[in-house]
DNA sequence: TGGATATTTCAAAATTTTCTGAAAGCACTG
DNA sequence: CAGTGCTTTCAGAAAATTTTGAAATATCCA
């Protein structure tokens, strides 16, 4: 499934074995049942912990570590919706506000060109402005009450 | 911008170009410009055609091809935001299908491993549901009558 | 602290994706 | 229907991404 979703194959795997499994699994466990390399395994681990979508546990009388999968798919979705915002739309954010001030008040004091740069002036703000719309929108989907996404489902379900 | 989109670097720069630019250009104009080759730019032009993002357009006493860029930029969005869902949707929802399919009533017969089966009958139910939930809400975005995206920044906005 | 076990790192290898450029294909014109 | 100009195709090249595996590092416990 996570490979058409811009996650790293290996990294989908783990997380598939993880949740399919619903109980903690350690490392060598994992490496065993998806055959990859123990490298590969403790990187993907990694990632899946940073995003927040595995907790690590641990067994007492046994030193390796374990992990375990969310289990709940909203809570899933909203993480997964997080990290692609940070990561799709953050710096679209950015790279947009860097082309604007390039060509801001002070950039056009030499004149030339003078309405052709502001035609791409509009062109910008009007994007920005769009991405921003945009922005916010997925801000609500991932907000931490967990309202946004439940919210937009009924709503526009109704509004059909 | 598109880069981090999952589109081609080289499709998303002609896109980039002929939005920017604003007025039809033809592939050896945009070849020179984006200093790529011949292949590159027509299979990208081929895509982005595909997909509806770019328009052809001629020149008369012109026999080269001429291609304009969709210009409103919540167009630009309702039309990417569809093949995504066909990339990234669409084929999870298939695959999820096929897998309750195989551990369905009928394959349950065997009559070995009963709950555990169930268990993951459940799970996957509970995920078919919610992929449901976000393909309807998706289908809402891409709305040709357009109203779904506006309706939601419009709906959420307030919510807050 | 030493030794044993578990985890992380990272350069090189494998894989996947994307681009190139030459050749084939098409369509118009004289 | 041959010539010219433009477009598309596709096998191989190049680039980008991901994985491996062994060495380095960290952790635990006696």
Request: charged share 30%.
């Amino acid at each position: 499934m996570g490979s058409s979703w811009g996650i790293p194959r290996t990294m989908a795997e783990v997380h598939a074995l993880l949740y399919i499994v619903g109980e903690p699994l350690n490392t060598d466990q994992i490496m065993a049942r998806l055959s990859i390399s123990r490298g590969s395994a403790s990187m993907s681990l990694k990632s899946l912990h940073d995003w927040g979508l595995i907790a690590r546990a641990h067994r007492r009388g046994d030193r390796k570590e374990y992990f375990r999968a969310e289990q709940d798919v909203w809570q899933v979705f909203r993480i997964i919706t997080r990290e692609r915002k940070r990561r799709e739309i953050d710096p679209v954010l950015m790279a947009l506000h860097e082309c604007r001030d390039l060509t801001g008040p002070r950039a056009t004091a030499a004149m030339r060109h003078r309405s052709e740069i502001e035609a791409h002036n509009l062109r910008l703000d009007e994007m920005i402005e769009f991405i921003r719309l945009i922005d916010s929108l997925a801000e609500q989907f991932v907000s931490p009450s967990g309202k946004g996404l439940r919210l937009a489902v009924g709503l526009l379900g109704k509004a059909v």
